[in-house]
């Protein structure tokens, strides 16, 4: 499932990035920065929602052991 999300998160982006560098007319060089500038806060945000869902796993895994 988190593979899932992070998939469907980094494409948005990278449609967003499309979409904004089609819009401004930007060359290809000027593409790809776009794509970095948007692109490593976007990872970072895949790398929040791995942890919590890591997290809530371990969180379910202790409450079934639990009783």
């Known amino acids: 499932m988190t593979t899932l999300i992070a998939v469907e ?5 990278g449609a967003f990035a499309w979409a904004l560098s089609g819009l401004f007319n930007l060359n ?5 920065i776009l ?3 948007v ?3 976007s990872l ?3 790398v ?3 942890r919590l869902a890591i997290e ?4 379910m895994r202790r409450e079934s052991r639990e009783g």
């Open 44 to 46: 970072g945000l895949v």
């Open 56 to 59: 809530s796993e371990h969180a």
């Open 35 to 37: 794509a970095v500038i």
């Open 39 to 41: 692109g490593i806060p």
């Open 48 to 50: 929040k929602v791995a």
């Open 28 to 32: 290809t060089i000027a593409s790809y």
């Open 9 to 13: 998160l980094l494409s948005a982006v």
